[in-house]
């Protein structure tokens, strides 16, 4: 697996650099990350540097690509931080090297996925699936056997024979019910077989093979099938190279075979994309809907909120809702991830929102926090919380997300982890008053993470000024200038 380079992790082109910059500022000045040579990459070696200090390993694909030291207490969170982004960036450059290492199957991926794009019927798929393998593969014989749903039983979709022979004769050689079948139907996983003959899984005809190499048709965890191919006589041994191509081949065909199989049970007519985005258009008015009963009037305040998702359905979020005592409640939300599984989450964290009873901000972040741990797997969350009492009296907590501004001001907020990663975590609040005349902005990072044509970042030095317009002019000046991300900005101020 590709390794990772805590300095390119950290450094100023990561999209993570502000965040952890940020959280990395609220840990003291003598704590520092250092990578596996000792060299420091961010922070100041502590004064008296010795075995007693504490060390808190930075480790990606279970191994240790640097440390975090100092005796801060939240310097063990912040490597579990460190390290749960450099395990994600691991992963992301794991698949792009596995993509650079099959050169040999960048073109058939591409006319194999066009072909494949414009058939809806299992048997034709199958049947261009086979006959890419077979161009690119040598073989004397091949099937395809797919699922009849249950993952167990399988069917002849597709196959050939180079003498030939009907789909008869094939049969009687590469069968459903071979037991090398079953045992990549049940491992799921691509296998050559260079000696059929003396393999204890050899059945009837399948002894005078010579080779024989198989690959499941996979769709994520699920399995649509097994290819197969194989030879007779004296033809050269199957190599890894040929498993991973046809590997590559299984892998298309069971995505082609699984989109087949839905648009067969969800419509007779329609296109998959047109039944996708059908689906978005009503996750989205769901948003939306969801987002707008998330506001509520609160007398004595006036509130002014946009909303501007980057695709159909966003990952923004925000809350707002009077208290019994007259104050004002507001929270905004950034959740990492996209598309709907994204927007799910989002619509998860205002259901938890809507039966919180606490109007203490810190309490509040801590609740969702461990809600979201408890759920599990979910990525991680932003937030900023705020009350703000009819007297413009205000306390604020913040966990992970862009500092209020208040009158254009940027307000210093206690750093601290977002949510979902580690239970328990203590927000510190900050206190602060809203005078008639000044107005607090809250936002998403959407807004300095707007990127122009020429690559460049909108940036936070423009915050200061931007913060000061209409919620409206704040948002479109971000858009404008090249959105990416959802962009949300929430304004609050005294009524009159």
């Known amino acids: 697996m590709p390794g990772v380079s805590l300095r390119a992790l950290i450094g100023q082109k990561s999209a993570s650099m502000q965040m952890l910059r940020t959280l990395f500022g609220s840990l003291g000045a003598e704590v520092c990350i250092v990578d596996t040579s000792g060299k420091v990459l961010l922070g100041m070696v502590p004064e008296e540097a010795s075995d007693d200090v504490p060390r808190y390993p930075i480790v990606a694909s279970e191994s240790e690509i640097g440390s975090v030291i100092g005796a801060d207490p939240q310097s063990p969170a912040f490597a579990e931080l460190l390290s749960h982004l450099a395990?994600?960036?691991?992963?992301?450059?794991?698949?792009?090297?596995?993509?650079?290492?099959?050169?040999?199957?960048?073109?058939?991926?591409?006319?194999?996925s066009e072909e494949l794009a414009a058939l809806l019927n299992v048997s034709a798929i199958s049947e261009t699936a086979l006959a890419h393998a077979k161009r690119l593969i040598p073989a004397t014989h091949g099937a395809v056997f797919v699922t009849d749903g249950s993952e167990t039983r399988l069917k002849m979709a597709a196959a050939f024979s180079g003498s030939g022979d009907s789909l008869q004769n094939n049969e009687a050689i590469l069968k459903p019910d071979s037991l090398f079948v079953a045992s990549v139907l049940d491992r799921i996983t691509a296998e050559i077989v260079?000696?059929?003959?003396?393999?204890?899984?050899?059945?009837?005809?399948?002894?005078?093979?010579?080779?024989?190499?198989?690959?499941?048709?996979?769709?994520?965890?699920?399995?649509?099938?097994?290819?197969?191919?194989?030879?007779?006589?004296?033809?050269?041994?199957?190599?890894?190279?040929?498993?991973?191509?046809?590997?590559?081949?299984?892998?298309?065909?069971?995505?082609?075979?699984?989109?087949?199989?839905?648009?067969?049970?969800?419509?007779?007519?329609?296109?998959?994309?047109?039944?996708?985005?059908?689906?978005?258009?009503?996750?989205?008015?769901?948003?939306?809907?969801?987002?707008?009963?998330?506001?509520?009037?609160t007398p004595g305040f006036h509130v002014?909120?946009?909303?501007?998702?980057?695709?159909?359905?966003?990952?923004?979020?925000?809350?707002?809702?009077?208290?019994?005592?007259?104050?004002?409640?507001?929270?905004?939300?950034?959740?990492?991830?996209?598309?709907?599984?994204?927007?799910?989450?989002?619509?998860?964290?205002?259901?938890?929102?809507?039966?919180?009873?606490?109007d203490d901000p810190a309490e509040i972040l801590f609740n969702l926090n461990n809600a979201l741990v408890a759920q599990g797997?979910?990525?991680?969350?932003?937030?900023?919380?705020?009350?703000?009492?009819?007297?413009?009296?205000?306390?604020?907590?913040?966990?992970?997300?862009?500092?209020?501004?208040?009158?254009?001001?940027?307000?210093?907020?206690?750093?601290?982890?977002?949510?979902?990663?580690?239970?328990?975590?203590?927000?510190?609040?900050?206190?602060?008053?809203?005078?008639p005349l000044d107005r607090i902005v809250l936002l998403s990072d959407g807004v300095p993470e707007a990127r122009s044509h020429s690559n460049e970042l909108f940036g936070f030095d423009r915050l200061s000024d931007l913060t000061r317009l209409s919620t409206e002019e704040i948002a479109r000046a971000a858009q404008n200038f090249g959105q990416e991300d959802d962009i949300t900005v929430l304004a609050l101020r005294l009524d009159g």
């Open 377 to 435: 797997q979910l990525g991680f969350t932003t937030a900023c919380s705020m009350r703000i009492s009819s007297a413009g009296d205000f306390v604020f907590a913040n966990a992970g997300h862009i500092a209020p501004y208040l009158s254009g001001v940027e307000m210093n907020s206690h750093a601290a982890l977002p949510l979902g990663i580690v239970p328990d975590q203590i927000y510190q609040p900050v206190k602060g008053v809203l005078r």
């Open 304 to 358: 002014d909120s946009i909303y501007l998702p980057a695709s159909e359905v966003g990952g923004d979020f925000f809350f707002v809702q009077p208290g019994p005592d007259g104050s004002l409640l507001a929270i905004i939300g950034d959740v990492s991830g996209k598309g709907l599984t994204a927007a799910m989450r989002v619509s998860m964290i205002l259901g938890v929102l809507r039966r919180e009873t606490s």
């Open 87 to 112: 395990e994600r960036e691991s992963e992301q450059r794991a698949l792009a090297s596995e993509t650079l290492t099959l050169y040999r199957e960048i073109h058939l991926i591409e006319q194999l």
């Open 194 to 297: 260079n000696d059929c003959g003396d393999d204890p899984r050899a059945q009837g005809m399948e002894q005078g093979l010579s080779s024989l190499i198989l690959a499941p048709l996979r769709t994520g965890q699920s399995i649509e099938g097994v290819i197969v191919l194989a030879n007779t006589g004296d033809c050269a041994p199957y190599s890894a190279a040929n498993l991973k191509l046809l590997n590559t081949i299984g892998l298309q065909t069971g995505t082609a075979i699984r989109n087949a199989m839905l648009c067969a049970e969800m419509v007779d007519s329609a296109a998959a994309r047109a039944a996708y985005a059908a689906e978005l258009k009503a996750a989205s008015s769901v948003q939306q809907m969801l987002l707008q009963s998330a506001s509520r009037p």
